[in-house]
């Protein structure tokens, strides 16, 4: 396309140039952007479009992953992206996020997530949302545990692989939660905003059985719905591991509650956790939504599905940008695992765009509920095979933004 756009890597020289363009985006100082760029994102996945020798527009891939029937899906996260002031209204954000694109069909990535500040620009280049973000506030009384928080002790940079470790056992049984790469590891640990706390409690065994990431907010004193005034304590990232951790971890947080009037944390709308508390009267709300997008069909023989079924699920995606997906092919499911094949002629498939199976890939929505609302089309017998397979206990969720 020769419109005098350039697209590629962010280079030294442009770091300043990004940074101004991220800042006249999202407001801040330059002087946090740039720390941003620098700090909390590896440069060599920001990329930019220039104009000459101008940087006019903005965008910053995170790689991780999404748990998605258990197993980690490799996946490309997007963040920042941003236009400067005097090159809006030409469509550059789309642009860049279909180079992008493009780009991550060349390196043989397949899945990519968001969080929209502007649904119709992603949902232009195939992106739907396909999950949430929910956000509990707990009054602090209401919290109880037969661990009284003993046993527990500040974490050191040494017990970073076990807190990642812990992490990832509670993030692989919730469908959407993300596996951290070590971009949003360091978010964790040394967030843009305040100085966390960390604690972890040791397993006798070794290892540990539970951790808490947090920080006591003194500038938002709260009633903690009904309870005693207190500050709020914002749980930055915590974890456990079966019963006697999630007591531990329970115990460790009732510790607060003479201080704390509302903890605040971000968790699975049907997690246990939550089941353990002494009393339902706590607020569970949608904090946010994210998107995703399939950049190629090989995500579907990359996540896992249901133990016990074996189907063979036939699709034809009409994607809008990616052709490459367009070629009608076979989901075979065994063993938990997912196989592609192509279709052979006339074999039975399901037809949606890319952003229905943007929904029906993490489980947002169901075959049947596409179908009913006129988003998927085809055999009764394939949508059930397809409820089934991509079903997700309690709708996709993430922990985490970015």
Aim: with cysteine; glycine share 12%.
């Amino acid at each position: 396309m020769d419109d005098g756009l350039e697209y590629g890597v962010v280079e030294e020289l442009d770091a300043g140039a990004a940074a101004r363009v991220l800042y006249q985006a999202f407001g801040n100082t330059p002087e946090i952007a740039e720390r941003w760029l620098r700090e909390q994102v590896t440069m060599s996945e920001v990329r930019v479009l220039r104009e000459g020798h101008d940087v006019v527009a903005v965008a910053v891939r995170i790689p991780m992953g999404t748990f998605l029937g258990g197993v980690s899906v490799p996946q490309i996260g997007i963040a920042g992206v941003g236009v400067t002031p005097d090159a809006r209204g030409r469509g550059l954000a789309r642009r860049i996020m279909r180079e992008m694109l493009l780009e991550m069909r060349e390196r043989g990535e397949h899945v990519s997530t968001l969080y929209s500040a502007m649904h119709p620009l992603y949902r232009s280049v195939g992106y739907e949302t396909a999950g949430h973000v929910f956000r509990v506030r707990v009054p602090a009384g209401m919290i109880q545990s037969g661990d009284r928080g003993r046993g527990w002790r500040a974490s050191t940079p040494e017990d970073e692989s076990v807190i990642k470790a812990c992490a990832a056992e509670r993030a692989r049984l919730v469908t959407g939660a993300l596996d951290r790469g070590p971009d949003m590891w360091r978010r964790i640990f040394k967030p843009r905003q305040g100085s966390p706390e960390s604690f972890v409690a040791d397993a006798e065994g070794g290892g540990i059985e539970a951790y808490c990431i947090y920080r006591i907010d003194q500038n938002a004193a709260t009633q903690g719905l009904g309870t005693a005034a207190g500050w709020q304590m914002h749980v930055i990232d915590f974890g456990y591991i079966g019963e006697r951790g999630l007591d531990r971890l329970l115990g460790f947080l009732q510790g607060f509650s003479s201080v704390v009037g509302e903890i605040v944390f971000d968790e699975s709308p049907n997690a246990p956790l939550l089941d353990r508390l002494g009393d339902r009267r706590f607020a569970l709300a949608v904090r946010e939504t994210w998107m995703l997008r399939v950049v190629s069909l090989q995500s579907l023989a990359a996540r896992g599905y249901p133990a016990g079924l074996r189907a063979s699920i036939g699709f034809r995606i009409a994607d809008s940008l990616l052709e490459t997906n367009e070629k009608p092919v076979v989901l075979e499911i065994s063993d938990r695992k997912g196989k592609l094949r192509d279709a052979k002629p006339d074999e039975p498939v399901l037809e949606l765009t890319e952003r229905d199976l943007a929904t029906l890939y993490t489980g947002m929505h169901s075959a049947s509920q596409l179908a009913n609302s006129g988003g998927l089309r085809g055999p009764a017998a394939l949508i059930e095979l397809a409820d089934s397979a991509f079903a997700a206990t309690g709708g996709p969720c993430m922990f985490d933004s970015f």
